[in-house]
Structure formats: C-alpha cells, structure tokens
C-alpha cells in the first residue's frame, strides 16, 4: 500500500514526496548530516534533558524576546560561545542562555553562516 503523498519537509518546499524530503532535499540534507555527529554523539544525552529541562524550569522566558518587552516561553538552552565539543565549555551553565525556537534559528543562522549569510562570532 502506497503512503499518500505530502509536501517535502524543507521549508517553503511544495514538492510532494511519500517520504519526509523530496530527491532535492534529502540530497542536501545527506550531503549536510554525513559530516555531522548524532545528536546524543555531541553530547545531547538524557544527561543534558535533564540539565535542559532544570534550567529552563529556573529561565522560563526567551533572554532575546525579554529584551524587546515580550514574554515568550523558551524551548532552547542555547550555548552563548559555541562549544564544538569541548565538554567543559558544554557543561559550563554561566555559557547557557534561554531561547524561544525562532531567537536560536536566527542566531545559529548567523554564527554558523546560515541562509547564505558569512560567519561570525555575534551575539544577539
């Protein structure tokens, strides 16, 4: 039996796909994930749940979205300095801030030279 047909999962995609990406996409998703460890490989265990979900539970709000007079739940224990892998930078929680989805797309976006945009070192 044949799965119905949805759009691709990328953003703005409207290509139907049985699967989650369409051919272009899983392309590029492919080409992105193969050098990328998994999540629980980078340290993103049942540990860091736990210290995630403490730290959210003391920082409820989006440190970004607070900034400009509004009160959006965070989502994301996001790391202020990158730690690319350094375990100790990882664990340090003064390098913890919270953030909504959005505020850490961008700001990952604009580290990491997301969305065509170069890298840098910004903080938002």
Same mark, same amino acid.
């Given at each position: 039996?044949?799965?119905?047909?949805?759009?691709?999962?990328?953003?703005?995609?409207?290509?139907?796909? !049985?699967? /989650? =990406?369409?051919?272009? %996409?899983?392309?590029?998703?492919?080409?992105?994930?193969?050098? #990328?460890?998994?999540?629980?490989?980078?340290?993103?265990?049942?540990?860091?749940?736990?210290? !995630?979900? /403490? =730290?959210?539970?003391? %920082?409820?709000?989006?440190?970004?979205?607070?900034?400009?007079? #509004?009160?959006?739940?965070?989502?994301?224990?996001?790391?202020?300095?990158?730690?690319?892998?350094?375990?100790?930078?990882?664990?340090?929680?003064?390098?913890?801030?919270?953030?909504?989805?959005?505020?850490?797309?961008?700001?990952?976006?604009?580290?990491?030279?997301?969305?065509?945009?170069?890298?840098?070192?910004?903080?938002?």
């Amino acid at each position: 039996m044949n799965k119905p047909l949805k759009p691709c999962n990328e953003p703005g995609c409207p290509t139907l796909t !049985r699967e /989650g =990406y369409c051919e272009q %996409h899983k392309r590029t998703k492919s080409a992105y994930d193969q050098y #990328r460890e998994s999540a629980s490989r980078r340290g993103y265990d049942s540990k860091w749940r736990k210290a !995630r979900q /403490g =730290y959210l539970s003391k %920082h409820p709000f989006c440190l970004f979205c607070m900034k400009e007079g #509004r009160r959006v739940p965070a989502t994301v224990v996001d790391h202020i300095v990158p730690h690319k892998g350094d375990k100790k930078l990882f664990w340090d929680s003064s390098n913890w801030q919270p953030l909504c989805a959005p505020c850490h797309s961008r700001k990952t976006a604009k580290e990491d030279g997301g969305f065509g945009n170069k890298t840098s070192n910004l903080r938002m």
